[in-house]
């Protein structure tokens, strides 16, 4: 009699046992079909739409680079970014998703780099961003990877022509933007930070 009750007793303990490692099993399933396994619970937007909200703050961000003068610049620049004037520093800084992406190779959905440029006294003169809003094969600028080319303030905040609208876009500048960084296109239109 005590040897069948030992016997039902481990059966029990090891249908148990099955049962759990079964809903255990079932339960990672899910969570993994739910996230698609990506290791990541977060889902990289589709697209981001860059607000001035996004932006303010930004001096806090890491300062990549600050270069005065004339410095060493690509020829490619000719007069872009005020690079022939021995007068100027320029500031970039870049997001944390920016970062990430230096190291990736390719700028993931929300990178965001500003370029800020100040006289000799310290006085602003303009500001420039560039915002990953897609990723390639997605439908906003689909030739150039999914930047957008917007003008800043001092303050972070989206410029407004004289009719109130946002200065930004994916032909922003005449395309001036698009045709110069395409020629880093196999760095993600980035020259460097």
């Known amino acids: 009699m005590h040897t069948v009750r030992t ?15 079964i809903r255990f099993t079932l339960a990672v399933f899910l969570v993994c079909f739910l996230t698609q396994c990506t290791g990541n619970t977060q889902a990289q937007p589709e697209e981001f739409v860059v607000q001035s909200s996004s932006l303010q703050g930004y001096t806090q961000w890491l300062r990549a680079t600050e270069i005065s003068g004339t410095g060493n610049f690509p020829l490619l620049l000719g007069r872009a970014h005020y690079s022939s004037s021995p007068w100027v520093t320029r500031r970039v800084y870049v997001n944390t998703l920016a970062q990430q992406g230096r190291t990736q190779g390719e700028f993931s959905i929300g990178s965001i780099i500003i370029k800020t440029f100040h006289d000799n006294t310290g006085k602003w003169l303009l500001g420039e961003a560039m915002v990953k809003r897609q990723a390639r094969g997605g439908t906003f600028n689909t030739d150039h990877q ?17 009719a109130g609208r946002e200065q930004r876009g994916a032909q922003f500048y005449g395309n001036q933007c698009n045709a110069c960084h395409a020629q880093y296109r196999t760095n993600d239109y980035v020259f460097t930070y």
């Not at 249908?15 to 490692?21: A, D, E, P, Q």
């Not at 999914?146 to 004289?162: C, F, Q, V």
Request: net charge negative; no cysteine; proline share 0%.
């Open 7 to 21: 016997n039902l007793l481990d059966r029990i303990t090891i249908t148990m046992s099955l049962l759990f490692m």
């Open 146 to 162: 999914g930047w957008e080319w917007l003008e800043i303030k001092e303050n972070g905040s989206i410029a407004l022509d004289s």
